[in-house]
């Protein structure tokens, strides 16, 4: 028996077989279906997908063998992962000096052998798709032909199993960076609250103790400081309420939209706004206070961005095979067609003040989005003919 050397570039080969973390993995139905292949079209008893480790031959997926795994210094694919020809035969291991005495041989009488090297698209030989039979063979040219073709796709296979699992430690490294971000989000956020309180108390000391007229240096000032004050308690609460939205999406309960929009009414009574419901809906196993919460938001952006002395929401709902649909009409300022997806992102904003002279914090309806998609829906906007805005969200079912 000669044991067959190692291929040039050897440890760069076992980095590269490594990273597609497919040694030790359970058998798989797409391997197997390829071996089953290969052992019906050759006709043999024996047919593997194996990779070739340090020191030992791993068996991916086998047919007609019991083990898992063979020493590499033994192993018939040692041999052909070195040839350069397209697949490497041995018709009568029994006749050749390579395999002679090899326990292969004597204990499991692999006398024929046919192994077609899986090359990666680098070049690199991580194994081969491999058929073995009691007895000498030849194989014909159509056979070689076939086997060639399903070692190509065993390697396919090799390929899409690595971009799967580059594409989960990648979006398992998004998920690290997003929680560290919005436990660094929260933090900053609640820790800033507290000296905006101060702030705010302080600013109306101010007030109790310096009354001034209209007009006054100092009226000014302390009015620009109470607007900043607003504005920045405005960002921290929406940062808050941006990053507990994941927070409301657990508990589910049924109910109706007759009874959310009766809640929302009531938050919103003290506001000169009407509110009427066109038609009422059952809801099922939903987020009650997330569906509150986006109406809710979807109400404060009609108010706010109204120039009308009473402004009005109409709401309505309709149900698909998949989702309940809900939409709310409006009669506000209305939003201009190339801001209507961007007002939906994080801190973006069309720029435009509130009917109170602010500006919005980019939070909101960044919130509202984020809802409605953990509730497996979607949301849109469009003009609204009367003037106004439409907002279209759903929810699945």
Same mark, same amino acid.
Do not use: W
């Given at each position: ?138 194989l014909s040219e159509e056979q ?18 690595? *971009? ?20 660094? @989000? ?7 609250? @507290? ?32 607007? @900043? ?84 929401? *109409?709401?309505? @709902? ?29 801190? *973006?904003?069309?720029?435009? *003040?509130?009917?109170?002279g602010n500006k919005g914090s ?36």
């Amino acid at each position: 028996m000669i044991e067959a050397e190692k291929p040039i570039g050897e440890s760069q080969r076992l980095e590269v077989l490594k990273s597609y973390n497919l040694l030790d993995t359970l058998p798989e139905e797409a391997y197997d279906t390829a071996t089953r292949l290969a052992a019906q079209i050759c006709n043999t008893p024996i047919s593997l997908v194996t990779l070739l480790d340090a020191d030992r031959n791993f068996l991916k997926s086998r047919i007609g063998v019991d083990i898992t795994e063979s020493p590499r210094n033994i192993s018939f694919c040692s041999h052909a992962i070195l040839t350069k020809e397209p697949i490497f035969v041995v018709e009568d291991a029994r006749l050749d000096d390579r395999f002679k005495n090899n326990p292969l041989v004597e204990e499991f009488k692999a006398i024929f052998y046919a192994g077609v090297p899986l090359r990666n698209p680098e070049g690199y030989a991580l194994g081969t798709l491999c058929v073995y039979d009691h007895k000498p063979r030849v194989l014909s040219e159509e056979q070689k032909d076939a086997l060639r073709d399903l070692a190509k796709q065993v390697v396919l296979l090799f390929e899409a199993h690595r *971009k799967n699992n580059d594409l989960i430690a990648i979006q398992e490294e998004l998920e690290k960076r997003n929680t560290r971000l919005e436990d660094f @989000s929260r933090l900053v956020a609640h820790d800033l609250k @507290s000296p905006l309180v101060s702030m705010e108390g302080l600013l109306n000391l101010v007030r109790e103790d310096f009354p001034q007229e209209e007009g006054t240096d100092l009226h000014m000032y302390l009015k620009h400081l109470d607007t @900043s004050a607003k504005s920045m308690r405005n960002y921290i609460d929406g940062l808050l309420a941006y990053y507990k939205s994941d927070e409301l999406i657990d508990n589910k309960e049924n109910t109706t939209l007759k009874e959310i929009v009766e809640d929302v009414k009531h938050l919103h009574q003290a506001n000169d706004v009407s509110i009427e419901l066109i038609n009422n809906m059952n809801l099922t196993n939903i987020s009650k206070v997330a569906v509150e919460q986006i109406i809710t938001n979807l109400v404060d952006n009609a108010i706010k961005y109204n120039n009308d002395p009473n402004p009005t929401v *109409k709401i309505s @709902s309709q149900t698909d095979h998949k989702h309940f649909i809900i939409t709310l009409a409006d009669n506000g300022v209305g939003i201009p067609e190339n801001k209507r997806e961007l007002i939906f992102e994080l801190f *973006k904003t069309t720029g435009t *003040k509130d009917r109170f002279g602010n500006k919005g914090s980019g939070m909101g309806l960044a919130t509202v989005k984020k809802l409605v998609n953990a509730l497996g829906g979607e949301i849109s906007v469009s003009s609204n003919p009367e003037g106004g805005s439409i907002f279209t969200f759903s929810i699945r079912r």
